[in-house]
């Protein structure tokens, strides 16, 4: 999901594969299996949009746990690199994981922006990734062969929010804000496309999240007397500009966002009784506490006893993407050209969905879903091609 960025080819001699082992040049092992895999977590750990990088960590490291508790042959070590979401960082954290930590494998980066930056960066040191949260659709559109994503990109969210707020909303005058980022912009761009697809009528604006005051934004909303608007960014700077829409008199706009603002930091910023009924989309699938999927609920009580938390945003695709790679270590994979190789073959029923990933890194399944604040809470509503208003 999501920040801005141009990649970057950085010159870095393909090395470590995690363990005690050194990958020689034709992608063979020269040395016995390692004791112990270090597969990385990287994204914005500390930094303002750390709300929805912790749920994902905290997945990958519940089922690499789970993994190390019946005493394998080979463990592994789950490596957090705190990004803070800053793509510069994320580069020399990258460098960080191969030449001196020896990444076999790295979940991440968590947002899109980092991963134009990384990518480059993996693909050269022939590290696998698969990240839980990074949607920009030009990502699958490199020819990278370590890169994978666990979730779909916007080119299906965009769409996919976009149909519902001209179905399921009704909406026929939509203003349309991003944050200029890597990720908030092309969101938008697929949903104002959509929404024109449609025969919405589509107002368009920008602003920029690093400012507080989205005054001359704002009212150019009120002027529009839209019977919707959708932001692309991120829950930081949601959340306020929701709280200035209402606090300009915009009550009647349904306020809609993606999977960006899909965190509690977005009724925090808003004020809940603002926040009341807002409606995000996302490509990921939340473990509400009503859940009766038997695999589901399993997950989401084991989350919730090892953090003392819901399961929020991405904690499930995390928890998969984890998974793809200890299954690749518990087959035998410890080199990281074997680790990608297994990656391209996986095929299992997972938390979140059936992981099955394409030839550019794209995993196969493509459900958007709908979310809305409900008495001060983000609740489930459903599949967007299915879900309904009260």
């Known amino acids: 999901m999501l920040a801005a960025g141009v990649a970057l080819t950085l010159g870095l001699a393909a090395c470590g594969d995690g363990g005690t082992e050194a990958k020689p040049a034709d992608g063979g092992s020269n040395a016995a299996a390692p004791s112990t895999v270090k597969i990385g977590f990287m994204g914005d750990l500390t930094g303002p949009n750390a709300g929805i990088v912790i749920p994902p960590r905290n997945g990958a490291k519940l089922v690499i746990d789970e993994y190390n508790k019946t005493n394998p042959a080979v463990k592994i070590e789950l490596v957090e690199y705190d990004s803070q979401g800053d793509a510069s960082k994320a580069v020399a954290l990258a460098q960080q994981a191969i030449k001196t930590d020896k990444i076999a494998g790295l979940i991440g980066p968590a947002f899109s922006g980092e991963s134009a930056q990384v990518g480059p960066v993996l693909e050269e040191a022939e590290i696998p990734s698969i990240t839980a949260s990074a949607t920009n659709t030009k990502l699958a559109e490199n020819g990278w062969k370590f890169w994978h994503r666990v979730l779909p990109n916007d080119g299906v969210q965009g769409p996919g929010i976009a149909d519902f707020i001209a179905g399921a909303a009704a909406a026929k005058n939509v203003f349309v804000i991003d944050d200029k980022s890597e990720y908030g912009k092309p969101l938008a761009d697929a949903v104002r496309t959509q929404l024109g697809t449609k025969g919405v ?8 999240p690093a400012e507080s005051d989205y005054s001359s934004v704002v009212n150019k909303v009120a002027a529009a007397k839209p019977d919707a608007l959708f932001f692309g960014g991120y829950y930081a700077a949601g959340g306020n500009l929701l709280k200035q829409l209402r606090d300009k008199g915009v009550k009647d706009a349904k306020f809609f966002s993606g999977d960006g603002s899909l965190d509690k930091g977005l009724i925090d910023g808003a004020g809940a009784p603002n926040a009341e009924g807002a409606l995000v989309g996302c490509p990921c699938y939340i473990a509400t506490p009503d859940v009766t999927d038997a695999k589901v609920k399993g997950f989401a009580d084991s989350y919730k006893a090892a953090f003392s938390a819901e399961p929020a945003i991405y904690a499930a695709e995390g928890y998969d993407a984890a998974t793809v790679f200890v299954e690749a270590v518990k087959a035998g994979n410890t080199t990281t050209d074997k680790i990608n190789a ?35 809470a983000i609740t489930l509503l459903g599949k967007a091609s299915e879900a309904k208003l009260g």
């Open 201 to 208: 009528k589509v107002t368009n604006d920008s602003l920029d």
């Open 342 to 376: 297994f990656i391209g073959t996986v095929d299992l029923a997972g938390v979140s969905k059936q992981v099955k990933f394409a030839a550019n890194g794209e995993v196969e399944a493509k459900d958007i879903y709908m979310y809305q604040v409900k008495d001060g």
